[in-house]
């Protein structure tokens, strides 16, 4: 699209909007952190050689991930308050339990249980690899997680917009704020694509300095995405009235 914010851009916004409020985004990024890591912990089951342990586990991780959905609604909401100069909080975070938590529910359920399905073939080759290491069991653990990843990667760009449209739009039902996704990312899958790659240097650099930047390299990647998406929102706004 010739009329797209570029990259530079949206780092700009995101730079600048961030000013002064890192110490807040990076409070409530720890946050959701310690309350994944946490419920993580109580949640899975002790492990084992076992295959049945192990479907447990899957099944435990599957439903804690999906109920996490508010949490990834909540920052979603915190972060489009940063890219719309609104008043911001680290208990913004928490915005997704009351506002239509069932809708970031079935909206996180979508990415997870796409997740769960494309990377089950390879985690069951995985298992039986531990037991029984084969040329064929490797090779096909390879082309599972190529496949796996191919399909994960679409399916998030292609609803990457959903949490943040539930909180510009709250009226609407969860299907219809995942098709306005679907149709907002057309032709923008690419651009999204190029966007999340532009940022794999930086984190390595953060990684080979202790990784203490990784905070506010994460902080600065998800306000220039909620920049990508106030410019999708806007651009289809102007196209609407035209």
Same mark, same amino acid.
């Given at each position: 699209?010739? $009329?797209?914010?570029?990259?530079?851009?949206?780092?700009?916004?995101?730079?600048?909007?961030?000013?002064?409020?890192?110490?807040?985004?990076?409070?409530?990024?720890?946050?959701?952190?310690?309350?994944?890591?946490?419920?993580? +912990?109580?949640?899975?089951?002790?492990?084992?050689?076992?295959?049945?342990?192990?479907?447990?586990?899957?099944?435990?991780?599957?439903?804690?991930?999906?109920?996490?959905?508010?949490?990834?609604?909540?920052?979603?909401?915190?972060?489009?308050?940063?890219?719309?100069?609104?008043?911001? #909080?680290?208990?913004?975070?928490?915005? +997704?339990?009351?506002?239509?938590?069932?809708?970031?529910?079935?909206?996180?359920?979508?990415?997870?249980?796409?997740?769960?399905?494309?990377?089950?073939?390879?985690?069951?080759?995985?298992?039986?690899?531990?037991?029984?290491? #084969?040329? @064929?069991?490797?090779? +096909?653990?390879?082309?599972?997680?190529?496949?796996?990843?191919?399909?994960?990667?679409?399916?998030?760009?292609?609803?990457?917009?959903?949490?943040?449209?539930?909180?510009?739009?709250?009226?609407?039902?969860?299907? $219809?704020?995942?098709?306005?996704?679907? $149709?907002?990312?057309?032709?923008?899958?690419?651009?999204?694509?190029?966007?999340?790659?532009?940022?794999?240097?930086?984190?390595? !650099?953060?990684?080979?300095?202790?990784?203490?930047? !990784? !905070?506010?390299?994460?902080?600065?990647?998800?306000?220039?995405?909620? #920049?990508?998406?106030?410019?999708?929102?806007?651009?289809?706004? $102007?196209?609407?009235? @035209?």
């Amino acid at each position: 699209m010739s $009329n797209s914010v570029s990259a530079a851009q949206l780092k700009a916004t995101a730079r600048e909007r961030s000013l002064d409020k890192y110490g807040t985004l990076i409070l409530a990024n720890i946050m959701i952190f310690v309350i994944q890591v946490f419920i993580s +912990g109580i949640t899975t089951v002790a492990t084992s050689g076992s295959l049945i342990i192990l479907i447990i586990n899957q099944l435990i991780t599957l439903i804690v991930n999906i109920l996490l959905g508010v949490l990834v609604s909540g920052k979603a909401y915190l972060y489009l308050n940063l890219v719309y100069s609104q008043t911001i #909080s680290a208990s913004d975070i928490f915005f +997704g339990l009351k506002q239509h938590p069932e809708k970031a529910v079935i909206i996180q359920s979508v990415f997870v249980l796409v997740d769960f399905l494309v990377s089950l073939p390879a985690s069951l080759l995985l298992f039986f690899l531990h037991q029984n290491t #084969s040329l @064929n069991l490797i090779l +096909g653990l390879t082309v599972a997680l190529i496949i796996g990843l191919i399909i994960d990667l679409y399916i998030i760009l292609t609803y990457s917009q959903a949490f943040f449209l539930l909180h510009d739009f709250p009226d609407r039902s969860a299907r $219809n704020l995942l098709a306005t996704s679907r $149709n907002l990312m057309k032709g923008n899958r690419i651009r999204l694509l190029c966007l999340y790659l532009s940022f794999i240097p930086m984190y390595l !650099l953060g990684i080979v300095t202790l990784f203490i930047p !990784l !905070l506010w390299i994460s902080v600065y990647r998800y306000a220039t995405v909620t #920049s990508f998406y106030q410019d999708l929102i806007s651009k289809a706004g $102007n196209n609407a009235s @035209n």
